[in-house]
C-alpha cells in the first residue's frame, strides 16, 4: 500500500523551514506522496461547514507545492484538492503544465467542485453551477494539454487560435467528492479518485461508483490511525494509496510520520 501526507500546507507547518524539513522528512521515510489543501478564502466568522476558523493559514497549494519540488526529488505532489470553479482554467492549466515540468513530471492535479458557498460568492462564482464549471473546466484545460490546435467553445470558457507551452508530460488528475457527480466525473474525465472516510465509508462510496477503467487509481484520505488491519481492510476494498493528515492524530507531526513511517515499504 503506497501512503502519502496530506494537508501540511496549513497552519503552524506552512512556513518555509517546517515546509523544507517536513517534505524531506516525508520522503526520507519513504513516503510517496505529499498533497495540499485549497481555500482561497474562508467565511468570516466561521460557519458550517467551513472546516477552519478564518484566521487559519492556508498557502495556495500550487505555490506550496512548487516550493516542495524544489526542496525533493522523489515525492510524488498533488492537489488534495484544488476547488476548479474557483479558478481560470487556462491560468491553472499553464500553472499545472509549469509545475509538471519543473517536478520532473511528480504532480498530479486533484480537483473538486467545491462546497462552500460563501466562498464561491466572494470569488464570483455561482455556487449553483460549480458542477457544470467543473466538467467544462477539465475538458478545456484537456484541450491545452493535449490538441495539436487548442480550441473550445463552452458556457464558461471559450478559445481558439491559442496555443499554451510548456505541454505537460505526466500529468494525472483525480476528482475528489463523495456525489454521484463527483463519481462520474473521475471515471469520465480523470484517472482517479481521491476520498474521505473509515473503510466502511469507503465501502459505501464505492458501492454506488460507477464501473472503472482497469488504470484508475483511487488515494483515500484516512481519519483512523493506521495498522496492518486497517491497511488490509481498505486494499481489499481496491484502494491504492492511504494519506494520512498528521494534525489529526495523537504526537508532534513528526512523531505520527515517523510512526507510521513502517506501513510505507
Given amino acids: 500500500m503506497d501512503i502519502g501526507v496530506q494537508g501540511l500546507n496549513i497552519g503552524d507547518h506552512a512556513g518555509p523551514d517546517e515546509t523544507r524539513r517536513l517534505a524531506q522528512l516525508a520522503e526520507s521515510l519513504g513516503y510517496r506522496s505529499w498533497w495540499a489543501s485549497d481555500h482561497v478564502v474562508l467565511p468570516s466568522p466561521r460557519v458550517d461547514p467551513s472546516p477552519s476558523e478564518p484566521d487559519a493559514v492556508i498557502v495556495d497549494p500550487l505555490t506550496h507545492l512548487a516550493y516542495v519540488a524544489a526542496v525533493t526529488s522523489t515525492l510524488e505532489l498533488a492537489t488534495g484538492i484544488v476547488i476548479l470553479p474557483q479558478r481560470n482554467p487556462l491560468v491553472l492549466a499553464k500553472q499545472v503544465a509549469s509545475l509538471d515540468l519543473l517536478s520532473g513530471g511528480r504532480f498530479t492535479l486533484g480537483v473538486g467542485a467545491g462546497y462552500l458557498e460563501p466562498e464561491m460568492t466572494?470569488?464570483?462564482?455561482?455556487?449553483?453551477d460549480r458542477g457544470a464549471r467543473t466538467d467544462e473546466y477539465l475538458d478545456a484545460m484537456d484541450q491545452l494539454w493535449h490538441a495539436p490546435s487548442p480550441s473550445f467553445a463552452g458556457k464558461f470558457v471559450s478559445f481558439s487560435g491559442v496555443d499554451a507551452h510548456p505541454r505537460p508530460s505526466n500529468v494525472r488528475v483525480v476528482v475528489g467528492g463523495h456525489s454521484g457527480s463527483a463519481f462520474r466525473r473521475a471515471v469520465t474525465r480523470a484517472q482517479g479518485w481521491f476520498g474521505i472516510g473509515t473503510p466502511d465509508d469507503i465501502r459505501g462510496h464505492l458501492a454506488r461508483f460507477p464501473s472503472r477503467p482497469s488504470e484508475f487509481r483511487i488515494s483515500v484520505s484516512a481519519p483512523v490511525p493506521l495498522s496492518q488491519a486497517v491497511i488490509r481492510e481498505y486494499e481489499d476494498?481496491?484502494?491504492?494509496?492511504?494519506?494520512?493528515?498528521?494534525?489529526?492524530?495523537?504526537?508532534?507531526?513528526?512523531?505520527?510520520l515517523r510512526r507510521n513511517a513502517e506501513f510505507t515499504g
Fill in 237 to 256: 476494498l481496491g484502494v491504492d494509496e492511504l494519506v494520512i493528515y498528521p494534525p489529526m492524530f495523537d504526537g508532534t507531526v513528526d512523531e505520527v
Fill in 122 to 128: 466572494a470569488v464570483g462564482v455561482s455556487f449553483d
